[in-house]
């Protein structure tokens, strides 16, 4: 008997025996597929990674179940059963060749044979000691599919248990580290999504009675780009429940928007403002101090959790709310001080392995060095504009910040638009909106391409000229 007909004529019996599938809330998810496999080149991967069975409950999983042939020894799927349960963070694996069933508890380590699978409450108990009022409210809430196009990846459900379960806890400041590109801004929306149909708000956080009020999130960005991104991306929301805090719409209203519950805007637009005698006054003061129940601080690591940002006293300001940081950057010299304000992250997931379960593409780093990387003005330099310290070495930090050199770029652009296929969709990141500026043009007056609008700016100071050349 092979593996497949040993699934159907044995193991699957023996989970609809113990009420999977069966049982309201429960589910039977079969080769659940986890990674993708790493991207190898030339349209090819390796093996992706899938488990037999995942076993989820409350809109959770519990289980992992490792299906062997009928002929198979019993503990033969005990090393994949560890290794899946590993990557899903879930508690309890099973290896089972259809004659047997063998359990093995991750946290504790013991293993040993059991003579039929546990029942979902069975399993929820196991698994959840200690109960929660709250999170039996987020795991009742089940993730939004989109009619089924939307299926969240291992990792981001994953980080939003995590989140969910410090809420639970009543953690007021919590932290995700995840690499760019792997779906921050949709494990934000999900995250408002249960907190939304839980109605989880400050009032109700720590106390025993029915929560009656939905909560007012703030989605706070460093960029127009990434706030728009994400209020587009909670489309799935209530129109009215969605509130884009913009400066021409405080300007058009003469105040800031209050009605609503998902509310997105920028550390920029809130730091400035004027009252009624024209004096400076953030528009953040505009709010109550415990308006919002809850701030997603999207790249935090930028200057929001900075001690010297002034970004800094939005957080301040709005002190009793609970703050989730989210970044790409992992903990370093020059970003301890988000790791300090946040704590350690709830979960990390990293480039690295976003790379090896191919969610992300594998990159070469080309390094390139120029025989100007450190700089020492002499008399002969002519000085087209401002002051030089005389004496100084100006390093990588201080170029086009500091000092701008004209020849340099250009020999550092020539030198990359040799390296890349000039055809292929680039992005440059620069130092300032001035730097983009300059590097711009050097770009396209050296490209190949006849195309007037080959290389473009895209920066706050472009406005809508950015994202329309950007969309065509």
Known sequence: MNEAETRAEHIDPMLVAAGWGIVPGSRIRREYLITLGRLEGNGKR???LSADYVLEYRNTKLAVIEA???????TSGVAQAKDYASKLTIRYTYSSNGQGIYAIDMETGKEKTVLSFPTPDELWQATF?????????FTAVPFEDKGGYWQGRYYQDIAIERVLRALAEGQDRILLTLA???????????????????RWNLNGWKQEEEP???PRILFLADRNILANQAFNDFSAFPEDALVRISPDEIKKKGRAPKNGNIFFTIFQTFMTGTNAEGKPSPVFGDYPPDFFDLIIIDECHRGGANDESNWRDILNYFKPAVQLGLTATPKRKDNVDTYAYFGSPVYTYSLKEGINDGFLTPFRVRQHATTLDEYIYTSDDQVVEGEVERGRVYTEKDFNHVIEITPRERKRIE??????????????????????????DLINQIKKSSNPNYCHRVTA????????????
Do not use: Y
């Not at 000691?129 to 409210?137: A, I, S």
């Open 68 to 74: 062997k042939a009928w002929d198979k020894p019993l």
């Open 129 to 137: 000691v200690l109960q929660n009022q709250w999170w039996d409210r």
């Open 180 to 198: 760019t590109g792997t779906g921050k801004t949709f494990i934000a929306f999900q995250l408002a999504w249960k907190l939304f149909h839980s």
């Open 212 to 214: 009656t009020r939905r």
């Open 461 to 472: 100071d472009d406005a809508a000229l950015g994202k329309v050349r950007t969309s065509s």
């Open 415 to 440: 030198i990359f638009m040799q390296e890349i296929d000039q055809s292929q969709k680039t992005i440059v990141f620069c130092a300032t909106q001035e730097h983009a500026l300059a590097i711009r």
């Open 46 to 48: 390796g093996n992706a």
